[in-house]
T-cell receptor, first 112, second 109 residues
């Protein structure tokens, strides 16, 4: 069974640009959640989707948004990029509303 | 929100030694997981253990939910055990994990 797949793996963007990251969950999993990891703030929850509905949202500005499609694949978008958005973005999928989470390999975003 | 604290923050061991990593949390939880982050950044699942004890090879974990802590035991450590270990908990409806700050483990040959 394939794991959680995130694309792209690496990304370099310029301040002010926008970026879209993609996450394909494990087959059959309906919950997808996103996390940001930085050296200063650690691992922080961004948002979670279940059956195309956002159920929880972390404490991040409105520049961070996401969505989930009917096949459970999810995308997150960051607009007007700032240097501080440079981070490892991790996606996790779970089969249930509150079950074990399995993580993808992450997308490393660098904003210059 | 719930607070998660891990200790120690850093740990250096000789190969073959045993270790215990601790995770304290401030409220009742319905999910607790231990992860090992590999050098490429991926979080590898070690245990899903909201309560009780589990073992997987040289690793075992115990969660005492009533006292709000979990322990991860690593026996006969190997250099490949090096990396950062995270504890994460969920105490609401949905899959929203709150992570501890991690324990950075270095195993020397």
């Amino acid at each position: 069974k394939a794991g959680v797949t995130q694309t792209p793996r690496y990304l370099i963007k310029t301040r002010g640009q926008q970026v879209t990251l993609s996450c394909s969950p494990i087959s059959g999993h309906r919950s997808v959640s996103w996390y940001q990891q930085t050296p200063g703030q650690g691992l922080q929850f961004l948002f979670e989707y279940f059956s195309e509905t956002q159920r929880n949202k972390g404490n991040f500005p409105g520049r961070f948004s996401g969505r989930q499609f009917s096949n459970s694949r999810s995308e997150m978008n960051v607009s007007t990029l700032e240097l501080g958005d440079s981070a490892l973005y991790l996606c996790a999928s779970s089969p249930y509303r509150d079950g074990e989470a399995f993580f993808g390999q992450g997308t490393r975003l660098t904003v210059v | 929100g719930i607070q998660v604290e891990q200790s120690p923050p850093d740990l250096i061991l000789q190969e073959g030694a045993n270790s215990t990593l601790r995770c304290n949390f401030s409220d009742s939880v319905n999910n607790l997981q231990w992860f090992h982050q590999n050098p490429w950044g991926q979080l590898i699942n070690l245990f899903y253990i909201p309560s009780g004890t589990k073992q997987n090879g040289r690793l075992s974990a115990t969660t005492v939910a009533t006292e709000r802590y979990s322990l991860l035991y690593i026996s006969s450590s190997q250099t490949t055990d090096s990396g950062v270990y995270f504890c994460a908990v969920n105490n609401n409806a949905g899959n929203m994990l709150t992570f501890g700050g991690g324990t950075r483990l270095m195993v020397k040959p």
